[in-house]
């Protein structure tokens, strides 16, 4: 089992920053990647970015790209969302998850453990 534990959200202007941190805990070696996830109001939860766990190799969704950056600090089980240049449309419960196999990266469906989520709200 892998626990997952986010933080970092908060309410925030547009155009400014925020970053988000995930704790992994547990069989944290058998994890092939790393991601974040998004679910505003009634819509679907969407790909935001992954990295992959012994490489590092990132994806990031379209939306998101050339203002948020994903990355990982192995010593410490840790992955990190900075997002930069936030906008309303930004504003969701961000969540991180993990994956054991190596396949489809940015598809939800393939994710093993999820955390519980945390809030973002950026103001017009």
């Known amino acids: 089992q892998v626990q997952l534990v986010e933080s970092g959200g908060g309410l925030v202007q547009a155009g400014g920053s925020l970053r988000l941190s995930c704790a992994a805990s547990g069989r944290t070696f058998s994890s092939y990647a790393m991601g974040w996830f998004r679910q505003a109001p009634g819509k679907e939860r969407e790909f935001v970015a992954t990295i992959t766990w012994r490489v590092g190799t990132t994806y990031t969704a379209d939306s998101v790209k050339g203002r948020f950056t994903i990355s990982r600090d192995n010593a410490k089980n840790t992955v990190s969302l900075q997002m930069n240049n936030l906008k309303p449309e930004d504003t969701a419960v961000y969540y991180c998850?993990?994956?054991?196999?190596?396949?489809?990266?940015?598809?939800?469906?393939?994710?093993?453990?999820w955390g519980q989520g945390t809030q973002v709200t950026v103001s017009s």
């Open positions: 998850a993990a994956k054991i196999s190596s396949a489809a990266l940015t598809s939800r469906a393939n994710y093993d453990y």
